[in-house]
């Protein structure tokens, strides 16, 4: 599975962005999906995740209400709208496909990522 990401930019404070990620491969409808970031010196971090059918999701606290993650398994993509933003969400931006279970957060349970799309918030 080879992913893509885009949709960063630059952006003031309080304003919005869509991620989107787009997968190749037939089976991306089988996998659940996440997005995490990472800050200049910070070590990457969990943002979302949703369960292949869409049915579930999970947030990190600092973005719940702000952000929605969704998905379309006939267009292959997932999508991370992102509203409100904060200088504090400033980071690149990164999905992933998980392929074995465990925690959402834990990024050792996503095999696929992609390449990143850089997201700076302006105060």
């Known amino acids: 599975v080879q992913l893509q990401a885009c949709g960063g930019g630059l952006v003031h404070s309080g304003g919005s962005l869509r991620l989107s990620c787009a997968a190749s491969?037939?089976?991306?409808?089988?996998?659940?999906m996440g997005w995490f970031r990472q800050a200049p010196g910070k070590e990457r971090e969990f943002v979302a995740a949703?369960?292949?059918?869409?049915?579930?999701?999970e947030y990190t606290d600092s973005v719940k209400g702000r952000f929605t993650i969704s998905r379309d398994n006939a267009k292959n993509t997932v999508y991370l709208q992102m509203n409100s933003l904060k200088p504090e969400d400033t980071a690149v931006y990164y999905c992933?496909?998980?392929?074995?279970?465990?925690?959402?957060?834990?990024?050792?349970?996503?095999?696929?990522w992609g390449q990143g799309t850089q997201v700076t918030v302006s105060s």
């Open positions: 491969g037939r089976t991306f409808s089988s996998y659940a």
């Open positions: 949703i369960t292949w059918n869409g049915g579930i999701t």
């Open positions: 992933a496909a998980a392929v074995t279970s465990g925690s959402w957060r834990d990024r050792g349970v996503y095999a696929y």
